[in-house]
């Protein structure tokens, strides 16, 4: 490797070898981005402690030099420092490059600087290290309800789905790593198989305005980072132990980096979690236990101009679902929501029993970068990912070990990246990707597929520009068009095909009838449109604001297409639609930033518009020969959405400090005039926090959290025949539980062990009075409480 | 560096190559589910004591469990009150050619079924014939009798895969702790005069 110095030099060869201390060492210090001379960069020659500046245009020399090697240094602020080994050999001329405004690069940060935010025009919030790492035993949905208009969706409280601005599922496009998830994210049950230990930095990024990820994500882009590699001969890592008391839980991560100066760096990291039942404040959640495993690799070369990257992650997840929530038919429903209380409770248990998730997630991914001088950075990727779900459900006889849906999800992206930044007032950056995505559905489960084999190609373009207008404005413009083909292999049971009216409109896909059933090949093609623009304006150093606009086009996902029969672990009828027509979104927003002496806040305000919104709701009841069962069916309509985000902070003094979080939203039904279905109610968080960095650098904080009952929500309740009792039932499966409120406790102090070791010790309290809950966006609301008190003891070891 | 941007290089060409390898060669129409237990058909027979009709009670759903079709329920006939019927059970899939008798399989898994009869306005009363290995109730055989007076109402027959027949009031025909996976579920509207 003795390509580490950064010279793109020209030599004059002195042919005479005598030794000559008349020589001269001249040259020129540019800035690598965009050629401009570099002035007053210190150049040090080390081994003879002589030092001098460049001049207005970026030139220096040094006299009186014998010939040999020399050992330079050339600093400059806001660079860094190169360290070069020189031969000099008569008048030696030199041009030298450095790395200029290095805070804005993402590839090459020192550790220690701050991490940016990856946009300038648009509503996004960063979760540093810190943030991340107090959530180490949970996951990444727990760990994102930190900023503010950002909600979950849970099946149970293991399985958390974001929920940005009133949005989820296949409208938020997860990055993990420059690798963008594919996991089945199309169902509500189907948590972001995310080891929240391989991450260094979350951004949060609202609405659909980074086109650079994609075009789909209506709701927003959540881009999950690893830390930053230093390039010093460094050996670092942590560890993370956490106990927990609510579910007997304990998780453990380990990772450990070597770091090279030259720009090499390996790296591991490998995380256990195990959690038994959970615990509400009056019963045991019989079968909530959890069982995580996941390990990273990672190596590869990075310097300013080249680098690559390969990593590979294995993350296993068996997380059990609360015994009580699987429901044999219509009339077990009304049983659980009127009982108020689950029908089965057993005594603690680390059992892992049906119906549970066991999914595991892989990804392979290989990138390699270049720098080209008064050019930009050209970046090309591999990725692969393998996501195998099975999902079992209680079954009896021969089928009882058997999963009742069996899916292999296999996903191959090529992608390629340039980003044009020679001028410091413009950038631009252009991206392709291609990808390939195929569904297997094992017909060995002995149930009918929910989700049928399907093969998914997409192709993907974009363009977006930066532009500095002044000092106080940036212009953000940016323009994405994908395409994508769904072809799919769908058996329909004969009657569901009529019943749809399928047979009328779409009889030309009916590749072979065998009778009862029909194998049909739906194949789609979905032109997507996107563009946003944004600006943001800096009034001056207190107040500034942003406006942004977002136009994106998101396809129907393959649940929305081609659902259709008894979704097992939901104990409901699931229907499709395959004359599903794309969404469409139009999505302003608005932010004004305040910053005045001890008080900060942030406003953040949107309106989404989106057309053709595709959502599922209770359509009524079906009867079958094992009895009757929900109907949920998938429906679109024309829907809005606006909502305030609110974050403000306020400096009592060095110690005290008050934070506030509220978010809230309304969702429309256009078309039916009434509110939409699963919008997440208001909610507000209080933190009052005090530390003080002479008392081991203590930080204690009380949070109340305030969630208000959802009452705006359409009614869907319908009455229910119970044959055993001969009567009609009302099935309320609308109503909004009621407002509550909890009040967590947090409180961490660090020890410095060392220079180089610390060890910060953690205690939560989350919901201290043990208040018994429900929550409108659990799906097991209808079945149990919510969990209870949880005391947390952390341990994190930095070495 | 040239080598390792070859390696990269022919990396990708590998990889490039794949992808396109494995997106053409599966062209195989995937396999039809082979669903286990399918029950289409449940039909009880009810033979009079001391002679007279013989009544059928019929749930057809041919598209199964997953088809969007109501199961049909029809009773041949009208009970006569204050009748004793001996009863016994037909289980069929009728969606395979000839129909798969599942009646036997229960007969000979018999400890994991077990039938459930109710009657709503008081219109019957039920009681087990047949035992499994342990003695507990199972069902395909059993007797109906008749109210005294007459009346109308529906009789609900529920067929559970592995109830809990030792929980308390099964062995009784009480379905409320049974537990289990309902098979079939037929209501059938009487009336007995």
């Keep these: ?279 509400t404040p009056d019963y045991n959640l019989t079968n909530t236990g959890l069982n995580s495993k996941g390990f990273s690799i990672k190596s590869g070369y990075k310097t300013f101009e080249r680098g690559f990257n390969i990593y590979y992650s294995y993350l296993n997840n068996d997380i059990a679902i609360l015994k009580s929530s699987h429901i044999g038919s219509i009339e077990d429903l009304v049983n659980a929501i009127n009982s108020q209380q689950p029908l089965v409770i057993e005594d603690f248990s680390y059992n892992i029993e049906a119906p549970r998730q066991d999914v595991t997630h892989q990804i392979i991914k290989a990138d390699f970068y270049k720098r080209f001088k008064k050019f930009g950075r050209l970046q090309v990727q591999y990725d692969f990912q393998n996501n195998q779900r099975f999902e079992y459900d209680i079954r009896v006889g021969d089928d009882r070990d058997k999963p009742a849906i069996d899916l292999t999800l296999k996903t191959h992206t090529i992608r390629t990246n340039l980003k044009v930044d020679s001028k410091s007032d413009r950038t631009y950056k252009f991206g392709l990707n291609v990808g390939y995505q195929n569904n297997f559905a094992n017909p060995e489960t002995g149930v009918r597929r929910l989700i049928p084999d399907y093969d998914k190609y997409d192709a993907g373009a974009f363009a977006i520009s930066d532009f500095r207008l002044s000092d106080k404005t940036n212009l953000n413009l940016g323009f994405r068009y994908d395409f994508s083909r769904i072809d799919a292999k769908k058996f329909y049971i004969t009657s569901r095909w009529e019943e749809r009216n399928y047979d009328a409109d779409f009889s030309n896909i009916v590749i072979d009838d065998l009778g009862s059933q029909l194998l049909t090949n739906p194949v789609f093609d979905y032109h997507n449109i996107s563009a946003s623009a944004g600006i943001a304006y800096k009034i001056n150093d207190n107040d500034s604001f942003m406006f942004n606009y977002g136009l994106s086009n998101r396809a129907p996902n393959p649940s929305e297409l081609f659902s259709d029969g008894l979704h097992h672990s939901a104990a409901r009828i699931e229907l499709g639609d395959l004359r599903m027509k794309q969404e469409t979104s139009n999505r302003i927003s608005g932010t004004y930033k305040y910053n005045r002496n001890a008080l900060s806040i942030n406003l953040e305000a949107f309106y989404n518009q989106i057309s053709d919104y595709i959502f599922i709701e209770p359509t009524g009841t079906e009867l079958t020969i094992r009895g009757a069962f929900p109907v949920w069916s998938y429906n679109q309509t024309n829907a809005s959405l606006l909502g305030l985000d609110v974050t403000a902070n306020y400096k009592f003094n060095e110690h005290w400090l008050l934070n506030n979080k509220s978010s809230f939203i309304k969702g429309r039904d256009l078309t039916k005039k009434q509110a939409l279905i ?122 | 560096m040239n080598t390792l941007k070859n390696n990269l290089k022919s990396t990708f060409l590998i990889l490039l190559s794949t992808i396109i390898f494995t997106g053409c060669s599966d062209d195989d129409n995937p396999e039809v589910v082979i669903q286990e237990e399918v029950i289409t058909t449940l039909t009880a027979t009810l033979v009079p004591e001391g002679g007279g009709t013989t009544i059928t009670f019929k749930s057809l759903d041919l598209d199964g469990k997953d088809g969007p079709n109501p199961p049909v329920f029809t009773v041949s006939e009208d009970l006569l009150a204050n009748t004793t019927y001996n009863g016994s059970m037909e289980i069929l899939n009728e969606t395979e050619s000839p129909a798969e008798d599942v009646t036997e399989e229960i007969k000979e898994l018999d400890k994991e079924h077990q039938f459930f009869f109710q009657a709503t306005n008081s219109i019957a009363t039920f009681t087990y014939v047949d035992f499994d290995g342990d003695s507990n109730p199972l069902g395909l055989e059993f007797t109906l009798t008749t109210s005294a007076t007459p009346g109308s109402g529906t009789i609900t027959i529920t067929l559970r895969h592995e109830p809990n027949k030792s929980a308390s009031g099964v062995s009784d025909g009480d379905i409320a702790n049974a537990g289990g996976e309902t098979d079939v579920q037929a209501i059938f509207p009487i009336t007995v005069k």
């Design chain 1, 678 to 799: 699963d919008i997440p109610s208001f909610k507000t968080v209080n933190i009052l926090g005090y530390s003080n960095k002479r008392w081991l650098q203590l930080n204690t904080e009380l949070q109340s959290e305030l969630v208000l009952r959802q009452n705006e929500f359409p009614d869907n309740n319908f009455d229910v025949y119970i044959p055993t009792t001969d009567s009609e039932v009302l099935l309320d499966i609308s109503s909004p539980p009621p407002t509550y409120h909890l009040l967590h406790f947090h409180n961490d102090i660090t020890l410095n062990l060392s220079k180089q070791t610390n060890l910060n010790i953690g205690l939560n309290i989350t919901n201290i009075f043990n208040t018994s809950y429900r929550e409108y966006l659990n799906r097991l609301r209808y079945f149990a409480d919510d969990l209870g008190r949880n005391i947390m003891l952390q341990v994190k070891f930095n070495y």
């Design chain 1, 1 to 279: 490797m003795k390509y580490y110095i950064l010279i793109v030099a020209c030599c004059f060869i002195n042919i005479v070898h005598s030794q000559n201390c008349d020589s001269r060492f001249y040259g020129e210090v540019h800035d690598f981005h965009d050629g401009s001379p570099i002035i007053a960069a210190t150049i040090y020659i080390e081994t003879l402690d002589k030092y001098t500046t460049t001049d207005i245009d970026g030139k220096f020399s040094i006299a009186n030099l014998c010939d040999g090697k020399l050992i330079v240094s050339i600093s400059h602020l806001g660079c860094e420092t190169k360290r070069l080994e020189i031969q000099i050999s008569g008048d030696s001329f030199y041009v030298i490059n450095l790395e200029h405004h290095i805070e804005e690069l993402n590839e090459v940060k020192v550790e220690g600087k701050t991490i940016t935010k990856l946009t300038k025009t648009s509503q996004e919030t960063l979760l540093k290290t810190d943030a991340i790492e107090r959530f180490s035993a949970f996951s990444l949905g727990d760990a994102l309800k930190q900023v503010s208009g950002v909600s979950s969706i849970n099946t149970g409280n293991s399985i958390v789905k974001p929920v940005i601005n009133g949005l989820h599922s296949s409208r938020i496009i997860v990055m993990t790593n420059g690798v963008r998830l594919q996991d089945q994210e199309w169902g509500i049950e189907h948590a972001p198989n995310i080891d929240l230990n391989t991450v260094g930095s979350v951004n949060v990024i609202k609405g659909a305005d980074a086109l650079a990820y994609g075009g789909d994500a209506i709701g927003g882009v959540i881009v999950l980072q690893p830390s930053n590699v230093s390039l010093k001969d460094s050996l670092y890592g942590k560890t993370i132990i956490s106990g927990h008391t609510n579910g007997r839980g304990f998780s453990l991560n380990s990772s450990l980096t070597k770091t090279y100066k030259k720009g090499w760096y390996v790296g591991a990291q490998a995380t256990m979690k195990r959690f038994g039942d959970f615990e």
